[in-house]
């Protein structure tokens, strides 16, 4: 039998023994024997990645492995193309930016998983530890009871309807000019957020025309004021839940203020909106998916009396 060896194959163009969903990284590092099976692997990215403190980092992803050694082995060899990169700090799991497939689920309470939540091997965690990685931010998801009384003050819904704002549902006719709207307040309402990076239009679109058929226009709520979109909310069925045989979840995906827009208290209105309109169709529950352990959207799900079932983590390691 062959021993394996560590072989980086640059450019985007995913190696012949390889299988991969991700977007054009800048190299690929994996263990294996001429001849024999890929015993570990992973996609790193160091071009127009963002910057952390001051320094560059670079992200790894696309990560499997066969056992602690391969792993240790796999994100020794990343970690060191990084470092030739000139990257100062590597971040993982993390396929380029945080648009695409990032987080590991670090803590569960057993639920099952819900659509489009990243998901792996529970063993992961502990192998980019013993890798020498940490973790550099934590995500939650939490579960709300839809039940008939909604926790947000009459009078904060009046005074926006009073300003001039109006919520309505996404035109399904209209479906790709709805999302150049929402890619616009997505743009403004995220550029804050944890290393942050623009989308391009062509590519949110490519992004959201992949789950048209999944998407419940009633469940996009679009806030206006004299005809300009100021903020929105995205909720899409748990479809994976049906498919097991269980009562689906309506999930709230993604909720984005344009922050020039004024409208305080406008991302609690939306979402009592959309529970709202969940309850009318049916759903008993809500998740709050995926919400960074600083974001303000926290205060609502609080508000909502949320209780957390899965936590995540984004590793990071100083190259």
């Not at 957020?193 to 058929?213: I, Q």
Request: aromatic fraction near 8%; charge should be neutral.
């Amino acid at each position: 039998m062959k021993s394996s060896e560590l072989h980086i194959h640059e450019g985007s163009a995913t190696p012949a023994n390889l299988e991969s969903s991700s977007e054009s990284p800048d190299a690929w590092v994996f263990l294996a024997s001429e001849s024999g099976p890929v015993m570990g692997r992973a996609a790193v990215w160091f071009n127009d990645t963002p910057m952390l403190e001051g320094r560059r980092i670079g992200a790894i992803g696309e990560f499997s492995a066969v056992d602690p050694s391969a792993a240790a082995t796999v994100l020794d060899g990343a970690s060191k193309r990084l470092r030739d990169a000139g990257c100062r700090i590597a971040v993982g799991p993390l396929n380029g930016n945080t648009w695409r497939g990032h987080r590991y689920i670090i803590e569960s309470d057993g639920r099952g998983p819900f659509l489009l939540e990243p998901r792996n091997p529970p063993e992961y965690p502990r192998w980019w530890e013993q890798s020498g990685f940490s973790v550099l931010s934590r995500y939650s998801s939490s579960l709300i009871r839809l039940e008939s009384d909604e926790e947000m003050p009459p009078a904060l819904g009046k005074r926006l309807l009073r300003s001039g704002v109006v919520i309505r549902a996404l035109d399904a006719a209209r479906y790709e000019e709805e999302l150049k709207l929402i890619h616009a307040v997505s743009v403004k309402g995220f550029s804050r957020n944890f290393l942050y990076t623009p989308l391009s239009e062509d590519g949110f679109l490519e992004a959201y025309r992949n789950v048209r058929g999944r998407v419940d226009p009633d469940l996009v709520m679009i806030a206006e004021r004299d005809g300009v979109v100021c903020g929105f909310v995205f909720g899409i069925p748990d479809l994976e839940a049906l498919a097991r045989g269980e009562k689906p979840a309506l999930i709230v995906k993604t909720l984005a203020v344009d922050p020039l827009s004024r409208c305080a208290g406008l991302g609690s209105w939306l979402v009592s909106e959309l529970h709202r309109v969940g309850r009318e169709k049916g759903y008993t529950e809500a998740i709050h998916a995926l919400q960074h352990e600083s974001n303000s959207s926290l205060k609502i799900t609080g508000r909502h009396h949320g209780e957390v079932f899965r936590r995540y983590g984004l590793f990071s390691k100083t190259l």
